[in-house]
């Protein structure tokens, strides 16, 4: 056997840098921890990863859905990764050798491994991430645009407007900001989002990584015909222990003033998109600046109504501390009462008996199945991570008590693309 004939050659999984936005997703959905992180980037362990795929359809962006070609005896390891600025050429195979391939599972493969995990689990807490909501969107989804911009070819947008959509009173700081792009194309749709570069580096001199918002604004812009989205952003100020620290890029995008100039890139997203038919139903369920999705929804389906071209329903469950800290809540009260049905989940105001978005849920349970029932209702659920077990669990009572088999409906929730999350 010659030195060539004995090298085998396999295609090793890795994540593009210059595409990905540290969303955490792909780590938080891999089922065997193949995936971690430093300051700089995202990488794949190969002495891990067994090419299971369920970290591929849940990347807003597709930095994950890469597979180059290297010799077996010389894949990369996770510290040549965390080096890296962008991914490496294929590695030349020596003559004579043919090419036997490691090839990634169908996509359709690890779907059906998550739907498998989910439909056993006795406990939602133990589901795991790509089980709770669909990778694909409604059937009747605009076809989204994803990836214009990039890390090296970002985009300018100017500040044409930063208004806090909170009470001034409160220590949530939200902002509703205004981005214009001028002659520069941004075409977005409702549920999708665009990443922000913070100036300055950090304590090691390397520039900041791009952060991700997603659009508040409806796909013909904040303001109609012109070419312009917004976003909703919290100013951090401590982290989720309560210590003080102040967010990079929040902080920076709350201060922004009119005029200003930042850099983005994106869109993102292909799956938590809206359908597009004029009697669609949509449950939509937040907290915090998780509302950014559904005002823009909201807004996308107001404006068809004023044309009598949207008559579905729609359900809202906003969950806050009070109201005061509900971002938008002014314009959402205004709002007509036979246009959106709206359900505040309020943890903190003292009037009122603690609530959060799933007791609301439960409260509604009739209204709530017959909208899951519904083959043209689709569901959307964004805002913090710990929702998810709740609005699940909500889901799986009021669809058990009916007597229908919840692990059923949950798995053609999925399947169809009608059931969301977007959680962090």
């Known amino acids: 056997m010659t030195a060539a004939s004995a090298v085998t050659v396999k295609k090793q999984h890795l994540i593009d840098p210059e595409i990905c936005i540290r969303c955490n997703t792909c780590e938080e959905t891999c089922p065997i921890d193949a995936i971690t992180h430093d300051s700089n980037n995202y990488v794949v362990d190969a002495a891990i990863c067994n090419d299971c795929m369920a970290c591929v359809p849940p990347c807003p962006t597709g930095a994950i859905d890469n597979w180059i070609q290297v010799i077996s005896s010389n894949t990369y390891s996770i510290e040549e990764q965390y080096t890296w600025d962008e991914l490496p050429e294929p590695q030349e195979v020596p003559e004579g050798v043919a090419e036997a391939l490691s090839e990634p599972v169908d996509a359709s493969v690890a779907d059906a491994r998550s739907t498998t995990v989910a439909n056993d689990a006795t406990d939602l807490e133990n589901v795991p991430f790509t089980a709770a909501g669909s990778t694909i969107p409604p059937w009747s989804a605009a076809h989204p645009y994803v990836n214009l911009y990039t890390h090296k070819n970002p985009v300018s947008a100017t500040v044409v407007g930063n208004y806090r959509v909170t009470g001034s009173d409160t220590e949530s700081d939200i902002h509703h900001i205004v981005l214009d792009f001028g002659d520069n194309p941004m075409p977005v749709l409702e549920g999708q989002s665009i990443a922000i570069f913070p100036p300055g580096t950090d304590a090691k001199g390397r520039a900041y990584h791009a952060r991700q918002y997603s659009i508040a604004s409806p796909r013909d812009g ?203």
């Not at 994106?266 to 509302?291: Q, R």
């Not at 008559?311 to 009070?322: E, H, S, V």
């Open 222 to 424: 904040e303001r109609p015909g012109y070419n312009n989205v917004s976003i909703t952003v919290k100013r951090v100020t401590a982290d989720h222990d309560g210590n003080a620290v102040n967010g990079v890029c929040s902080n920076y995008l709350c201060d922004l003033q009119k005029n200003d100039v930042v850099k983005v890139i994106g869109p993102f997203g292909n799956s938590f998109l809206m359908p597009d038919l004029p009697d669609a139903n949509l449950i939509m369920i937040c907290t915090g600046t998780g509302a950014a999705p559904m005002r823009a929804m909201t807004e996308r389906c107001r404006r068809l109504a004023k044309d009598n071209k949207y008559d579905g329903t729609l359900m809202l469950f906003f969950g806050a501390r009070t109201e005061r800290e509900l971002p938008y809540f002014g314009p959402l009260m205004n709002l007509p009462k036979d246009f959106i049905d709206v359900n505040l989940a309020l943890s903190r105001d003292a009037d009122k008996p603690k609530q959060y978005v799933q007791d609301l849920i439960r409260e509604r349970a009739d209204d709530v199945l017959d909208l899951l029932n519904d083959s043209k209702t689709c569901i959307y659920v964004c805002g913090l991570k710990g929702m998810e077990e709740g609005v699940l669990a909500a889901f799986k009572d009021i669809v058990s008590a009916s007597g229908q088999k919840w692990e059923d409906v949950h798995a053609e929730l999925k399947a169809k693309g009608r059931l969301h999350f977007e959680t962090y």
